[in-house]
């Protein structure tokens, strides 16, 4: 009997010891971002989760960026064989993804999108910190609509086919020009994968050079929007609040403010980027033995955001809401 | 001597310059309003010239550039350098962040900043020079390198997704300047010429380049020696490049590590070829190059005016390129010779000779 119970004694011993060790070590947690080379945004993000999920912090992070789906698709298998506590995702595409979040799941991973929501089942997924997208694209159309212009001829920059900014962006504006007949979409390009200015540019200058008429620039990023107006720029045609033609942006990049400001542009949608905080809380909360509060339908908890028109915009907003230097 | 030099000089530029005027003669008759060049005020205040051929003789500026020092490596080293749209990036890099660096946007750190970027181009290029000079690696393969990781490279430099430099200098450089409404990027390609021009007028560069394009080991036996003028010929190229690339960084105010001169190295070799320069090299005609390089532009740019998707454009290009070429073949020549002596007999011995050179 005293054995016995020195036994069960021993085993307790053990079990705490294990319990206070384990709160000791580092949350794994595996995140898997894009480049962070594709744009001001994107540049913020990454150092936003490099600033939060830090040793100090309680994380053993690792970080991948990678530009594409199979690659990302690729980083987070690795993170399921290597047995990591969270997985946080920014995923390039918003399908694909379901078998590997099975696995996640099954594996008992627990995992957090952020930035971009992917197309599956909630149940996958833990929760979502995430910018309403399409509300991007509805305060922008509402905006334009406002200006209430007799036409509305588009020459439309695309981002990254299939992102979840992309659709979110596009959907209301083409929606709009299919719906009211003063609306037409002149033209339509991508960017690219890395939303590229320069590819903006050829766009704008193919617009330019078929003769086709624009009087809105409506581009899904600040850098393609940039490389719109170095086209218009180099064949003479005025944009801005006293331009011939209004130029659209999103991201909220302070030099991009500054051309607001300068009236060079007329309106920059913003798009926050700073999730880190929202995810480490939660975490935070789970390791507790605590609940998420506060989700959607879809596990989301929304990003609030705004747009800014050139006419309105101050030193104080560029400051308070502009990314980068 | 210098009368048949000429004759076969015409021969060489014969090919591009039909196919120029058969562009110019195509775009005429679709749409004569082509041609039309305006004048507009941009948000700048600037007049600026606006049109068609405005814009084919600005965009092909990079490209004019770089098909010069194209034409001198592919002569002296009968390969062609395939890194100069990554060196390119690397160039514009470093100008930025020369321009970063200094406290303020003017002349003077502008100057500074052209001169940082030209030194580390030539550098660059100068390694790809040893590696095909003195190791003697193909020019293809010896280029390689750079190319596949220059972009990789400028990414290093700038450190950030693409940093914005803005300054009425940095917009007069890769637009107009103030007053003058031709696109200063026209300005960049005229004085590439005019230097090269120069070097080639006050030197033997042209007859040592081609001799050791021809017959390496001859020109050495006549006391030339052909590392040294390989290796020149580099550095020239890195000059190329570095103008190239700080006009393609001004346009735009910023450097995009990813897409600035992209695809240009093809392109560029394209110009070289359809200027009738043998790719392996030797004798060589730069104008051509320059020719070859408005034409590529030319056709971009009509395809575009014709609303052809810019996603489908090079499809389109590869057909008319694969023509142009096709034309300038030795073997098309030769029948083109034949036929020639069929209808004309008298005039004869002069076409063969074209022909078989």
Redesign the interface.
Known sequence: MKKLFALVLALMLCASLAIVAHADEPIKVGIINLDPAESGYREANVNDLHAVFTAENGYDARFVTAPTADLQLQAANTFITEGVDYILVSAAETTGWDETLEAAKEAGIGVFLFDRMIDCDPELYTAAVVSDMRNEGVTAVAWLESLGLEEYKVLHIQGQLGSAAQIGRSEPLQEKCEADEKWTMVREGTGGDSWDPNEARKIAEAAINAGEDFNIVYAENDGMAQGVVAALDASGITHGVNGDVIVMGFDCNKWALRELLAGNWNYDGQCSPFQAALIDQMIKTLQAGGEIEGLNELKQIINEEKGFDARTITEEDIATYGLGE | MSNTKRKSGLGQLLIPLVALGILLLFNLIRDP?FYSI???????GN????G?VI?II??ASELAIIAMGMTLVTAACGGQDISVGAVGTIAGSIFVQTLKACSAINIGTVLLAILACCAVAILFKAFNGVLVAVFRIQPMIATLILYSCGRSIA?WIVG???P?I?SPII?AM??TIPGVPV?TPIFGVVLVGLILTVIFKFTNLRLYTESVGVNQGAARLNGINPIAIKLLSFVILGMCVAAAGVIGTC????V?????L?DIEMDAILAVAIGGNNLGGGRFKISGSILGAYIIQMLT?TL????VD?VNIKAYKAVVIIIIVMAGSPVVKAKLAQLWQRIRPETASAAIGKGVN
């Open positions: 309003g305006g004048i507009a005020v941009n948000n700048s007049k600026v010239l606006t068609n814009s600005d965009s990414y950030s997704a693409t914005q803005d917009s890769g637009m696109p346009r735009m105010g910023q995009s590590h990813k897409t600035l992209i740019t575009l005016a014709m609303r810019p």
